[in-house]
């Protein structure tokens, strides 16, 4: 069966939107609301509510392969499956495009995307990529890989795509023995494991000396900064700790969608 149900909030702005909004709607039901706090609620439902579409209308459009892409992803009733997955997994548009900059801004060749799902993340940087590029892409689920590969087969750049199944830490401790080095990364898998990922990442020098690692969720809807818990918001919590205090890199938090942390590895201190 398909479904084209619209995406549930997932982002610290999306969020907040749908809060001020149960509460615009909360003061219009209960008689007696002060006009002046009506008013404050309705200005900051729209500024919250309208951040995400103006991003959105001013980033350079989806090619049609991605729009395709995201349309499938749509349709599917992710419900049927027997994992975690659901469309609001797929980054979109805005980051789509922000990763595409990142393939032009590294002069990258070589990206390796770690959780590939239905592969919009992987598509997208492998459109920017020069004809020579590659991406590896990692997935554990079987289905979602097939699914993925299904959309690459209909995309003019998803040859570039190399598919590897499995374990991201398997398939990265795998890539380091091959000696691969890759020119950008963007991490988006299980986030309990980022930590291990970036670590696996640094000490096996699979990212070139000039390479950027961009990492998805980093705000992961607030939660490490609200009284709301989940263990994905624990396991972002401590990794954004962890981030801060590791000396062999430098980063900064873009409040993109769900935060996205760019990483590059800190210059070596010259002596003064
Ligand atoms: C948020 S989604 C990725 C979205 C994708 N980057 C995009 O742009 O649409 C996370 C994906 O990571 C995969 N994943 C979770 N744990 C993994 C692991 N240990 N190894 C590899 N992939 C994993 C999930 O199956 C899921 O498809």
Request: proline residues 7%; hydrophobic residues 45%.
């Amino acid at each position: 069966m398909s479904t084209t149900q619209q995406p549930r909030p997932v982002t610290p702005a999306s969020i907040l939107a749908h809060r001020l909004q149960a509460l615009v709607r909360l003061g219009e039901e209960q008689p007696g609301t002060d006009p002046a706090l009506q008013a404050g609620l309705i200005e900051a439902y729209q500024l919250a509510q309208g951040l995400d579409p103006y991003l959105d209308r001013f980033s350079t459009p989806a090619s049609p392969a991605l729009h395709a892409l995201e349309q499938r992803t749509r349709e599917h009733d992710w419900s049927a499956g027997s994992g975690p997955l659901e469309q609001e997994m797929l980054s979109g548009q805005v980051e789509g495009q922000f990763l595409k900059l990142m393939v032009h801004a590294v002069r990258a060749r070589q990206v390796l995307d770690i959780g590939m799902f239905t592969g919009y993340s992987a598509l997208a940087m492998a459109e920017a990529l020069p004809p020579d590029g590659r991406v590896v892409a990692c997935e554990v689920d079987e289905a979602v890989a097939a699914f993925a590969a299904e959309n690459f087969a209909q995309a003019p750049a998803g040859a570039k795509i190399d598919v590897r199944v499995g374990p991201a830490g398997q398939t990265l401790r795998r890539l380091a023995s091959d000696a691969e080095v890759f020119d950008l990364v963007f991490l988006d898998a299980d986030k309990v494991a980022y930590h291990s990922y970036l670590d696996i990442l640094l000490s096996h020098d699979l990212v070139a000396e000039h390479g950027l690692i961009c990492v998805d969720n980093t705000l992961m809807q607030g939660h490490p900064w609200t009284a709301q818990r989940s263990a994905n918001g624990d396991a972002i919590a401590e990794f954004n700790r962890a981030v801060a205090e590791d000396p062999r890199i430098e980063q900064v938090i873009l409040p993109l969608r769900d935060g996205v942390t760019l990483i590059r590895r800190a210059s070596p201190t010259q002596p003064s």
